[in-house]
Nanobody, 125 residues
Framework: LVQLVESGGGSVQPGGSLTLACAVS????????VAWFRQAPGKEREGVAA???????RYADSVRLRFTISRDNSNGTRYLEMLNLKPEDTAMYYC???????????????????WGQGTQVTVSS
């Protein structure tokens, strides 16, 4: 069993920054691929960023060069650093995890077995 707990959400003004954290516990060996998703009211869930192992990353075009996904190797926590936030980044953010045998399967459109409860990010002036 794997548990994911997100934290770090909040309210910021446009241009501001936030860093979300995804604490992973349980059978962490089954979570070599972790991704961040977001869902705004009335919109479909969108994959934002994914990381395979500690270094192979993928990003949605809408956040590329503004968001950075990373892993703390000491405890397995994954982070999503978000810079230059825009109102359209407002959403509930979720982290999700799965195990894939190869890095090219760790995609934003892949199936993820484990999900956290989400953390709200609001960007407004």
């Amino acid at each position: 069993l794997v548990q994911l707990v997100e934290s770090g959400g909040g309210s910021v003004q446009p241009g501001g920054s936030l860093t979300l954290a995804c604490a992973v516990s349980g059978n962490i060996l089954s979570t070599n691929c972790v991704a961040w998703f977001r869902q705004a009211p009335g919109k479909e869930r969108e994959g934002v960023a994914a990381i395979y192992g500690g270094s192979i990353t993928r990003y949605a075009d809408s956040v590329r060069l503004r968001f950075t996904i990373s892993r703390d190797n000491s405890n397995g926590t994954r982070y999503l650093e978000m810079l230059n936030l825009k109102p359209e980044d407002t959403a509930m953010y979720y982290c999700a995890a799965n195990w894939f045998p190869e890095s090219h399967k760790c995609l934003l459109g892949a199936e993820y077995q484990y999900w956290g409860q989400g953390t709200q990010v609001t960007v407004s002036s």
